[in-house]
């Protein structure tokens, strides 16, 4: 069964952390699904991990369609969040509307999630008016590198920490149903998760959220470069899927693959393409 904004709620109420995982395509959302993770984020993480960029920024809403759509028929019956994409929810909330329409209707995604907070809290409340459930994410917000000169630790100063909450109040009351919290110290998620009723999900914010998301390719090693310190990365395929390679490589430059087995013959009876 596809959880629905109301379970969220609830589990924070009973204190049951929310699992979040990033996907960006069918094998790995259908690998999240089979895990029961409680909700998949098609993260703009997509332009860094799947796509090669240097950051979120050249993401575009076609990019995020493309992949939504195929991480949802990998994971039909998961809760997919995905991401609105650099400068396509602050121009007009007419442009807001046109790429939500696309990755709500086209892509089949559950909810949208929007970085940042003052203005972006009207394309909230619009988009939540027309009927789309709304993550907000406050913190780092990687859409923001460039202005902001880096990736940083947010709410390290009292100040910054006061503005963090005021701003996690705001993005409750403009009806955003979940928080994305990255790059927090631990104090500052602790105190944004118990001043607001909505669920806080952690991604280097501590303990006290309400969950916690990371990015497939960090919990697999899946090609990670380095790997933050927030990050625990539980396996490394990298390594294995190289071996292959090489293997592979190795076995038809000797010309030990194929072998007889992997071979059709013209007097073969029922041969079978797939399956043992
Ligand atoms: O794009 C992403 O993967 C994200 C998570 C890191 C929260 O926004
Ligand atoms: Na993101």
Do not use: W
């Amino acid at each position: 069964m596809v959880k629905t904004t109301s379970d969220f709620q609830k589990m924070k109420s009973s204190r049951e952390p929310i699992v979040m995982v990033t996907s960006y395509d069918a094998p790995g959302a259908s690998l999240c699904e089979e895990a029961e993770v409680d909700t998949i984020l098609v993260g703009d993480s997509l332009g860094m991990v799947v796509l090669g960029y240097e950051s979120t920024v050249p993401v575009t809403i076609d990019d995020m369609v493309h992949h939504t759509k195929a991480v949802k028929r990998g994971a039909r019956n998961t809760f997919i969040v995905t991401d609105m994409p650099f400068m396509t929810y602050h121009a007009s909330l007419q442009e807001t509307m046109a790429g939500a329409r696309r990755l709500m209707q086209e892509s089949g995604a559950d909810a949208l999630k929007l970085e940042g907070s003052g203005e972006v809290f009207v394309h909230t409340k619009a988009l939540v008016d027309a009927g789309v459930p709304v993550v907000s994410h406050l913190g780092l917000t990687p859409q923001t590198v460039g202005v902001d000169g880096g990736y940083k630790v947010k709410g390290k100063s009292a100040a910054e920490q006061e503005q963090l909450l005021k701003d996690a109040k705001q993005a409750e009351k403009a009806g955003a149903f979940m928080l994305v919290l990255e790059c927090v110290p631990e104090e500052a998620a602790k105190k944004v998760q118990a001043s607001i009723s909505i669920p806080v999900i952690g991604i280097g914010a501590g303990r006290y959220t309400d969950g916690q998301v990371l990015v497939y390719h960090d919990i697999t090693g899946y090609y990670a470069g380095h790997t933050a310190k927030f990050v625990k990365q539980y396996t490394n395929i990298s390594e294995p899927v190289q071996r292959a390679l090489k293997e592979f490589k190795q076995e038809v430059k000797a010309g030990i693959f194929p072998a007889e087995e992997h071979v059709f013959q013209p007097l073969d009876k029922h041969v079978k393409l797939y399956g043992d």
